[in-house]
Protein backbone atom coordinates (compact mmCIF):
# COMPACT_ATOMS: atom_id res chain seq x y z
CA UNK A 1 0.00 0.00 0.00
CA UNK A 2 1.23 3.53 -0.83
CA UNK A 3 0.29 6.51 1.11
CA UNK A 4 0.54 10.21 -1.12
CA UNK A 5 0.54 13.39 0.76
CA UNK A 6 0.32 16.96 -0.83
CA UNK A 7 1.31 19.91 -0.03
CA UNK A 8 1.40 23.48 -1.42
CA UNK A 9 -1.93 24.39 -2.62
CA UNK A 10 -3.35 27.70 -1.52
CA UNK A 11 -4.29 31.00 -2.78
CA UNK A 12 -2.55 32.92 -5.50
CA UNK A 13 -3.19 35.76 -8.29
CA UNK A 14 -3.96 35.56 -11.59
CA UNK A 15 -0.48 35.11 -13.54
CA UNK A 16 0.88 33.72 -9.97
CA UNK A 17 3.08 30.71 -9.37
CA UNK A 18 2.32 27.70 -7.08
CA UNK A 19 4.53 24.79 -6.56
CA UNK A 20 2.35 21.43 -5.26
CA UNK A 21 4.61 18.45 -3.75
CA UNK A 22 3.41 15.09 -3.28
CA UNK A 23 5.12 12.48 -1.13
CA UNK A 24 4.48 8.92 -1.08
CA UNK A 25 5.46 6.46 1.54
CA UNK A 26 4.50 3.01 2.68
CA UNK A 27 6.45 -0.38 2.38
CA UNK A 28 6.30 -1.23 -0.56
CA UNK A 29 6.75 1.59 -3.00
CA UNK A 30 5.07 -0.39 -5.85
CA UNK A 31 4.19 2.16 -8.54
CA UNK A 32 5.83 2.69 -12.17
CA UNK A 33 3.80 6.31 -12.53
CA UNK A 34 2.55 9.24 -10.62
CA UNK A 35 1.02 12.97 -11.31
CA UNK A 36 -1.19 15.33 -10.74
CA UNK A 37 -5.03 15.65 -11.23
CA UNK A 38 -7.43 18.12 -10.64
CA UNK A 39 -11.37 18.26 -9.68
CA UNK A 40 -13.07 21.30 -10.58
CA UNK A 41 -16.36 22.36 -8.88
CA UNK A 42 -18.93 19.64 -10.14
CA UNK A 43 -16.68 18.71 -12.87
CA UNK A 44 -15.17 15.18 -12.73
CA UNK A 45 -11.29 14.24 -11.85
CA UNK A 46 -9.20 14.87 -14.96
CA UNK A 47 -5.47 14.57 -15.61
CA UNK A 48 -3.10 17.67 -15.56
CA UNK A 49 0.52 16.01 -15.29
CA UNK A 50 2.02 12.55 -15.16
CA UNK A 51 5.20 10.97 -14.81
CA UNK A 52 6.21 7.51 -15.73
CA UNK A 53 8.87 6.81 -13.20
CA UNK A 54 11.23 4.33 -15.63
CA UNK A 55 11.91 6.94 -18.50
CA UNK A 56 10.94 10.36 -16.97
CA UNK A 57 8.09 10.43 -20.30
CA UNK A 58 5.27 12.68 -18.97
CA UNK A 59 1.93 12.90 -19.93
CA UNK A 60 -0.02 16.22 -19.90
CA UNK A 61 -3.34 18.05 -20.43
CA UNK A 62 -3.08 20.32 -23.32
CA UNK A 63 -4.74 23.19 -20.79
CA UNK A 64 -1.64 23.22 -19.08
CA UNK A 65 1.27 22.89 -21.77
CA UNK A 66 4.11 25.77 -21.51
CA UNK A 67 2.85 27.01 -18.01
CA UNK A 68 2.80 24.22 -16.03
CA UNK A 69 5.78 21.44 -15.57
CA UNK A 70 6.47 17.77 -13.44
CA UNK A 71 9.88 16.84 -11.81
CA UNK A 72 10.11 13.80 -9.13
CA UNK A 73 12.34 13.16 -6.90
CA UNK A 74 13.94 9.25 -6.74
CA UNK A 75 15.60 10.13 -3.66
CA UNK A 76 12.95 11.98 -1.98
CA UNK A 77 9.93 9.41 -3.65
CA UNK A 78 8.17 13.01 -3.90
CA UNK A 79 6.56 13.96 -7.07
CA UNK A 80 6.61 18.15 -7.77
CA UNK A 81 4.06 20.12 -10.10
CA UNK A 82 5.53 23.56 -11.28
CA UNK A 83 2.22 25.40 -11.87
CA UNK A 84 3.10 29.13 -13.33
CA UNK A 85 0.86 31.69 -15.07
CA UNK A 86 -1.63 30.50 -13.40
CA UNK A 87 -5.71 31.28 -14.63
CA UNK A 88 -8.69 31.36 -12.77
CA UNK A 89 -9.79 28.13 -14.97
CA UNK A 90 -6.69 26.34 -12.64
CA UNK A 91 -8.96 26.66 -9.69
CA UNK A 92 -9.57 23.08 -7.97
CA UNK A 93 -8.97 20.48 -5.40
CA UNK A 94 -5.53 18.65 -6.93
CA UNK A 95 -4.90 15.52 -6.21
CA UNK A 96 -1.85 13.61 -6.18
CA UNK A 97 -2.25 9.64 -7.94
CA UNK A 98 0.05 6.79 -8.53
CA UNK A 99 -0.41 3.42 -10.26
CA UNK A 100 1.16 0.12 -10.69
CA UNK A 101 0.28 -0.12 -14.41
CA UNK A 102 3.49 0.02 -16.29
CA UNK A 103 2.07 1.08 -19.67
CA UNK A 104 -1.57 2.64 -20.96
CA UNK A 105 -2.17 4.74 -18.24
CA UNK A 106 -1.45 8.14 -19.79
CA UNK A 107 -2.58 10.46 -17.23
CA UNK A 108 -5.97 9.16 -17.17
CA UNK A 109 -7.96 8.65 -13.34
CA UNK A 110 -9.19 5.30 -13.71
CA UNK A 111 -5.93 3.63 -14.41
CA UNK A 112 -4.29 5.10 -11.03
CA UNK A 113 -5.17 3.18 -7.75
CA UNK A 114 -3.56 5.50 -5.21
CA UNK A 115 -4.63 8.89 -4.47
CA UNK A 116 -3.74 11.39 -1.76
CA UNK A 117 -6.45 13.47 -0.35
CA UNK A 118 -6.07 16.84 -1.92
CA UNK A 119 -4.99 19.79 -1.58
CA UNK A 120 -7.27 23.09 -2.79
CA UNK A 121 -5.86 25.86 -5.59
CA UNK A 122 -7.74 28.94 -5.84
CA UNK A 123 -6.50 31.49 -8.55
CA UNK A 124 -8.70 34.89 -8.05
CA UNK A 125 -7.69 38.14 -7.84
Known amino acids: QVQLVESGGGLVQPGGSLRLSCSAS????????IGWFREARENEREGVYC????????YYDESVKGRFAISYDNAKNTVYLQMNHLRPSDTAVYYC??????????????????WGQGTQVTVSS
Open 51 to 58: IRIADGMT
Open 26 to 33: GVTLDYNA
Open 97 to 114: GATTRSSGHGCSPPWYGY
